[in-house]
């Protein structure tokens, strides 16, 4: 056991180093440092520098186009992203719908969807939720019912993350109303210019245009569009959960949070000195520092561990809680140190504004980023599934 | 990077971990801790002369196994899991840990004799007045002839009723709070002059308040140097310091599992009480702690290494977040287990009150959150 890098890690690194140093765009760093929300062209145009020099999917198996990276090299990959303030990548395509299509798929379906994902051509959606459907997501009621090769699906989804971009989505939908509801799912791919579809909004707290409604009317769905078999959904499903939740443990990411916070409460004046130096403050940031520092630990243990190959277990959710949790501290501290500049509403740059918005560049998105941050404790499985998750899976209860 | 075990600490785990199942039920350790000495002698020369365990950290041209810290943090964490009184912490991992850092002839005479099971030695460093202060030292060891004369007291010292040797703390220069001036002896337990008042503590142990009135000493008890001593003691405290974050894993985890067990069984309403969601959430805040507190002994082991500020950083946030975790398990621990778990008859509160003792030892979460943020957010 160590935490040493090898000459051929560190050597890497620098590789990475200079990688993002000469190829992450400009204009997107100046739109992230200005807090500017992001386009899909924004998106796309890092996804697809990515694709190009192949390090787009370093979490898949090598034959679909991996980068077949050691545990080593992913922890160097995701320090130095983070670092770098590299905007993250959708994971809709490549951390869900990809490892369920390379894991459950058919040849054909491999073939066709999988360089489409890590080109970024096809920008991808979860259907998951619906209105009725949230933690009891086996609940769910839009129904595939067969005609001649294909499905007609009818029914409705909610909080389709950025669904406004995709091109295609992957949806769970009942396909037997009589067997045991996990027993009668099935999981398909489905067009988002197919006839039937309607996306409308949803406004979340900060302002944002994130999530949406996607209703399905009569919608026509080839069944060689359906991955694994019919009825046998729940499987894809779960282990698309199971991926997703480590993910979302953002340790790399948070590490970043806590350096721009402990930044502007440098900056920040409380009475004489920095806010940094107020002990009530300063005793936060330090317990945010020790807990990040017991999920990354925790992270490593199951990534470069004895169990490292076995690939993402129900342990997973003690990392989406310990990870969610951490970030909404970041957001909340974030908000805490800006004090007053917390309350203008920035709604990002207009046509032909060039007015400076109101208060220091780090304050403008403190609170959108705090009241949007409220969701990583519900979404992915709230906190609450997770631990019964852990309560059923590790503790056998 | 890697963060498997090798075979041979596998082995130490698994040999450990069957030795103390045969030796250390619950019954068995009670009997002993309630003895007159406290102890059952057996025990440790079995652990040295059959097992091979007190030579984990030390190296093979002693006679040891070739380990270190990774190797102490295993056997700490299986004697914690039998809440074992064994003095490893004090014997092998601070006075093994301070001769294997100064080396020499004081290296090659008593890490032999610790490996054999030979030696017992109670770290003498805590004062009444100094908290968790190292450098806050009345002791005092004055320069007399060619050695030192000893006088001060010495608290809450563990394993001393049963030590061949005493690793003491003294000032031999400067003012009571300097970091200059701290000098570190390692000295026969039983000279003229020094005075015990043995007591049991709380978590089964024994331990001694110690009073220096006069001692002589010679010349080569000074490990290291004169006055120089104090970043020597730090490093040790240090590695003694992940060492109680491993034992704290095996008490939390049994706190933990115990707990687990006892809910399958206690039925209420006519339903065992594990079906109820409010204490299986609970259970899983538990199993959470337990696993990062594991996370965290890793980290500060595999930090000793590093500089000094880096090195105590990583051991203090290890330290604050086991003491934190510990104090969480343990007493939902003792709620879930209700009226029963307060009572001496369930091994459960003897875990409790071995976890909260940890709490503090050589640092509450408070202290180490104090020294994190004097290094790791300094303005």
Redesign the interface.
């Given at each position: 056991?160590?935490?040493?890098?090898s000459p051929e890690?560190l050597a890497f690194q620098q590789e990475v180093r200079d990688f993002i140093a000469e190829n992450y765009p400009a204009e997107l760093r100046g739109k992230q440092d200005e807090g500017e929300e992001l386009s899909k062209e924004d998106f796309l145009v890092w996804h697809k520098i990515l694709h190009k020099k192949g390090w787009i999917a370093p979490a898949w198996p090598v034959e679909y186009g991996g980068t077949g990276w050691t545990?080593?090299q992913r922890?160097i990959w995701s320090e130095e992203t983070a670092r770098a303030d590299c905007i993250r990548l959708m994971p809709f395509g490549l951390a869900m719908v990809g490892p369920v299509i390379y894991t459950f798929g058919t040849p054909e379906q491999k073939a066709h969807f999988l360089p489409r994902i890590l080109s970024g051509e096809d920008w991808w959606c979860q259907g998951y939720s619906e209105p009725g459907s949230g933690s009891d997501l086996a609940s769910l009621r839009t129904a595939a019912v067969p005609d001649g090769d294909d499905y007609i699906v009818n029914g409705q989804k909610t909080w389709t993350t950025l669904a406004q971009h995709a091109d295609w989505g992957f949806f769970l939908v009942r396909t037997d109303k009589d067997a045991k509801q996990q027993e009668g799912i099935s999981f398909l791919l489905i067009d988002m210019k197919s006839p039937g579809i309607t996306v409308r909004p949803i406004i979340t707290l900060g302002g944002e245009h994130e999530v949406n409604e996607v209703w399905l009317e009569d919608v026509r769905v080839p069944q060689s569009q359906r991955v694994y078999e019919e009825n046998k959904g729940w499987t894809c499903a779960k282990f698309l959960l199971a991926h997703e939740r480590t993910g979302i443990a953002g340790v790399a990411a948070s590490k970043r949070g806590i350096e721009k916070v402990?930044a502007i409460a440098?900056t920040e004046l409380d009475g004489d000195?920095?806010l940094?130096?107020n002990a009530f403050f300063?005793?936060k940031?330090?317990?945010l520092?020790?807990?990040l520092?017991?999920?990354?630990?925790?992270e490593?243990?199951s990534?470069?561990?004895?169990n490292?190959n076995r690939g993402p277990g129900p342990?997973s959710s003690?990392l989406k809680?310990?990870g969610s949790e951490i970030q909404q501290r970041l957001t909340e501290l974030t908000l805490e140190a800006v004090g007053h500049y917390g309350a203008p509403y920035f709604r990002g740059f207009g046509e032909g504004d060039n007015e400076h918005p109101i208060g220091p560049d780090y304050a403008h998105r403190a609170a959108p980023t705090y009241f949007n941050t409220r969701k990583t404790t519900i979404y992915g499985g709230s906190n609450?599934i997770q631990?019964?998750i852990?309560?059923k899976m590790?503790?056998?209860? | 990077m890697d963060f498997t075990y090798t075979e041979t600490q596998d082995m130490i785990r698994d040999t450990l971990a069957r030795f103390l199942g045969d030796t250390y039920d619950f019954e068995t350790r009670q009997k002993f801790i309630n003895s007159d000495s406290g102890r059952d002698p057996a025990i440790w020369t079995a652990l040295a002369q059959e097992l091979g365990m007190l030579g984990a950290p030390f190296a093979e041209e002693h006679g040891g196994l070739g380990g270190g810290a990774l190797e102490n943090a295993i056997v700490m964490e299986e004697l914690g899991k039998v809440i074992g009184i064994e003095p490893y912490l004090p014997t092998v991992v601070i006075a093994g840990g301070a001769l294997k850092a100064v080396g020499g002839a004081q290296a090659d005479a008593f890490i032999p004799e610790i490996i054999a099971g030979n030696a017992i030695i109670a770290f003498a460093y805590a004062e009444p007045q100094g908290r968790y202060d190292l450098a806050n030292l009345r002791t005092t060891a004055k320069k007399d002839g060619a050695g030192y004369v000893l006088n001060g007291h010495k608290g809450v010292v563990y394993a001393a009723p049963w030590a061949t040797h005493l690793l003491v703390t003294a000032r031999t220069g400067g003012n009571q709070r300097d970091r200059d001036g701290v000098s570190l002896f390692l000295i026969d337990a039983n000279l003229p002059g020094i005075v015990r008042r043995d007591y049991p503590t709380v978590d089964g142990n024994r331990a001694s308040e110690i009073y220096f009135e006069n001692v002589a000493i010679p010349a080569d008890a000074l490990l290291g140097g004169e006055g120089a001593g104090l970043p020597l003691i730090e490093q040790v405290v240090d590695e003694a310091t992940v060492a109680v974050c491993a034992e704290a894993t095996g008490v939390m985890q049994k706190l933990h599992e115990g707990t687990l067990e006892y809910t399958q069984q206690r039925k209420q309403f006519g339903v065992p009480i594990a079906k109820f969601q409010v204490l299986q959430h609970r259970m899983v805040d538990m199993f959470m702690e337990v696993e990062q507190a594991r996370s965290m002994t890793i980290m500060g082991t595999l930090k000793l290494g590093l500089p000094a500020n880096e090195r105590m950083a990583a051991v203090s946030a290890a330290k604050a977040k086991v003491a934190r975790g510990a104090n969480f398990v343990g007493q939902n621990a003792i709620q879930t287990h209700g009226g029963i778990g307060i009572t001496q008859e369930l091994a459960i509160g003897h875990y409790f009150k071995r976890s909260t003792m940890i709490e503090s030892q050589f640092g509450s979460a408070d202290h180490h959150m104090d020294r994190y943020e004097r290094i790791a957010l300094a303005d």
């Open positions: 056991m160590d935490m040493e890098f890690d545990p080593t922890f402990k440098r000195k920095p940094l130096a300063k005793r940031v330090a317990d520092e020790v807990d520092a017991a999920l990354e630990f925790t490593l243990r990534l470069a561990g004895p490292a342990e003690l809680i310990k609450e631990r019964n852990i309560a590790v503790l056998g209860l | -």
